[in-house]
């Protein structure tokens, strides 16, 4: 079992950053990849970022080059530095990790956190 622990969402204006944390209830080491989806009104929820190994990353291409996803494996937190942010950037955002065992691939949520981005 995972907890996760999301904070550091809130209003800020377009082209403005904002930080979200997510907080793990166990070593990030024993878990295989964590995570940033978001999901806006009327949408799928979409992967924004994930990290795996502690340093390997991916993005999406709408955020690249404006997001930036990091892991202080001392205090089993998953960062996402957000940059530039745009009014299309607007969601509720989840943390996400995955644990892979022998026979299956567990997913865990955090509760989410809003993000708005006025214009």
């Known amino acids: 079992q995972v907890q996760l622990v999301e904070s550091g969402g809130g209003l800020v204006q377009a082209g403005g950053s904002l930080r979200l944390s997510c907080a793990a209830s166990?070593?990030?080491?024993?878990?295989?990849?964590m995570g940033w989806y978001r999901q806006a009104p009327g949408k799928q929820r979409e992967l924004v970022a994930a990290i795996t190994g502690g340093s390997r990353t991916n993005y999406a291409d709408s955020v690249k080059g404006r997001f930036t996803i990091s892991s202080d494996n001392a205090k089993n937190t998953v960062y996402l530095q957000m940059n530039s942010l745009k009014p299309e950037d607007t969601a509720v955002y989840y943390c996400?990790?995955?644990?892979?065992?022998?026979?299956?691939?567990?997913?865990?949520w955090g509760q989410g956190t809003q993000v708005t981005v006025s214009s």
């Open positions: 166990r070593s990030i080491f024993s878990i295989n990849a």
């Open positions: 996400n990790a995955i644990v892979l065992t022998v026979h299956d691939e567990e997913h865990y």
